[in-house]
T-cell receptor, first 113, second 117 residues
């Protein structure tokens, strides 16, 4: 699976949009981009994923560049409860036996009142 | 309601003693994972399983063994616990739970906090 690079930490004002970048310049054509977040001491939680089209759900939007080498997770109106570590991972989907899912250190997002 | 439970949730033990953590799922998913989480390191994969009796090493497998004798249970064993294994351990299953989020989404347990004195 391709490696990802994320900023170590970010701040965002409450009520504003939080834009979390992820670089995955070595992504291959069959690898999806997944985002998870982990609120303090809890297990990580799935947010959203996509292949090449932009995606939106009730939690966030995912914008993937045309060359797929980077993506941005957008939380449209950040609240204090969005303070968490956000992980971007890329992985192949399919019926393979070997499916290691590796997480990097992620981005620690602090939403400021 | 996530269909995945970890036990024990908290454990304190002494150096050199064996420890087994259990991950139990009710979703009948094929893939299960064990991660550890330490300050400054994020989530690191220890071992994973892709079926009954089928397991493979992750990034930090030294000092750990796993077993998967039935679909629903994935056990993580520390044969002789060391202080460096003090950590929070998370189990995950691949596949949605209940209202499915998708076949390749990971669902995590609540974690098991292990302290080795």
């Amino acid at each position: 699976d391709a490696k990802t690079t994320q900023p170590t930490s970010m701040d965002c004002a409450e009520g504003r949009a939080a834009n979390l970048p992820c670089n995955h310049s070595t992504i291959s054509g069959n690898e999806y981009v997944y985002w998870y977040r982990q609120i303090h001491s809890q297990g990580p939680q799935y947010i959203i994923h996509g292949l090449k089209n932009n995606e939106t759900n009730e939690m966030a939007s995912l914008i993937i560049t045309e060359d797929r080498k980077s993506s941005t997770l957008i939380l449209p109106h950040a609240t204090l409860r969005d303070t968490a570590v956000y992980y971007c991972i890329v992985r192949v989907e399919g019926k393979t036996s070997y499916d290691k899912v590796i997480f990097g250190p992620g981005t620690s997002l602090s939403v400021i009142p | 309601d996530a269909g995945i439970t970890q036990s024990p949730r908290h454990k304190v033990t002494e150096t050199g003693t064996p420890v087994t953590l259990r991950c139990h799922q009710t979703e009948n998913h094929r893939y299960m994972y064990w991660y550890r989480q330490d300050p400054g390191h994020g989530l690191r994969l220890i071992h994973y399983s892709y079926g009954v009796k089928d397991t493979d090493k992750g990034e930090v497998s030294d000092g750990y063994s796993v077993s998967r004798s039935k679909t629903e249970d994935f056990l993580l064993t520390l044969e002789s616990a060391t202080s460096s294994q003090t950590s929070v351990y998370f189990c995950a299953i691949k596949g949605g739970s209940g209202r499915s989020l998708g076949a390749n989404v990971l669902t995590f347990g609540a974690g098991s906090r292990l302290t080795v004195l």
